[in-house]
């Protein structure tokens, strides 16, 4: 009789479990999707993210969520890149706004040009992810195939060439 009640007792604590398990599941499928896709219309983007992407790049799609627009353009023929910006002064992790999660064997910092601090993660030959702190925020850059040192720095010169001309239009 004992044992009756105790494995009655036991699936009905597990039915209980179970049903919370399949609950949380639930809310977590219909979380809502933060970015608005804005298409090429930097605009649109700059209204959601409530700030202005200084690149204007063709051949490109925008998408925005508060504080934050990325960018999807081709790298060459067969690659994309992802360019995030934010203009929120203080960030978690480290400044890392590239939403990749993926663990690299090199995860480091270099100087660019002898002189603009980038944190890079990738492969001995390969950089899947870029970060760097601007003078209006912070920037990625991700690469699912991975790019080159020469190629990180391109978009470094895009930006910085985006970044100096929308200061001094400002003043």
């Known amino acids: 009789m004992k044992k009756i009640i105790f494995l009655l007792l036991t699936f009905v604590v597990l039915v209980g ?7 949380e599941k639930t809310k977590l499928i219909g979380m809502a999707n933060p970015w608005t896709d804005c298409g090429t219309d930097f605009e649109q983007a700059s209204l959601v993210a409530g700030f202005t992407f200084p690149l204007k790049l063709s051949k490109c799609d ?7 627009i990325e960018i999807n353009y081709p790298l060459d023929e067969t690659r994309t890149v992802c360019v995030r910006k934010t203009d929120t002064e203080k960030l978690a992790n480290d400044g890392d706004i590239s939403g990749v999660y993926i663990e690299y064997p090199v995860n480091k910092e270099i100087m660019l040009k002898g002189a603009v601090p980038l944190k890079i993660r990738g492969t001995e030959d390969k950089i899947y992810v870029m970060n760097m702190a601007a003078s ?3 920037y990625s850059a991700y690469c699912k195939d991975g790019m080159t040192i020469e190629e990180i720095e391109g978009i470094y010169d895009i930006i910085a060439e985006a970044e100096t001309s929308q200061l001094y239009s400002n003043h």
């Open 136 to 138: 209006n925020g912070y």
């Open 62 to 68: 925008v998408r925005a969520m508060k504080n934050m």
């Open 17 to 23: 479990c179970l049903g919370k398990v399949v609950e």
